[in-house]
């Protein structure tokens, strides 16, 4: 079977880190409250992608670092931000292979 050429990136956090990370977003209150809660709704979406023959990349968001990127590009720490961050790096790990 040939892979697919629909890619789609998802942000993915660990445990440690969604307090924090919590704190950080600008809009928190559309976030789960839970790192479980998150869990739950982020691979529940994971498996609709992949059933509709997407590859999915997780790509790992830690708050210090997310924190950086955001403050280098004026950006506010919210979805749209986050979104770009895993959707760039989706393509650098494209373009490294």
């Not at 956090?13 to 990370?21: G, P």
């Not at 990349?57 to 670092?65: G, H, L, M, S, T």
Request: glycine share 2%.
């Amino acid at each position: 079977m040939a892979p697919s050429s629909r890619v789609i990136a998802l942000p993915w956090y660990h445990r440690r880190d969604y307090a924090a990370l919590l704190v950080l977003v600008s809009d928190r209150e559309n976030m789960p409250a839970t790192y479980d809660a998150w869990l739950g709704r982020a691979e529940s979406t994971e498996r609709q992608f992949q059933k509709a023959d997407f590859d999915v990349v997780r790509i790992w968001i830690r708050p210090a670092p997310f924190a950086d990127w955001c403050k280098e590009r004026n950006l506010s720490p919210d979805q749209r931000a986050r979104f770009t961050f895993v959707n760039e790096a989706a393509r650098e790990r494209t373009v490294q292979r």
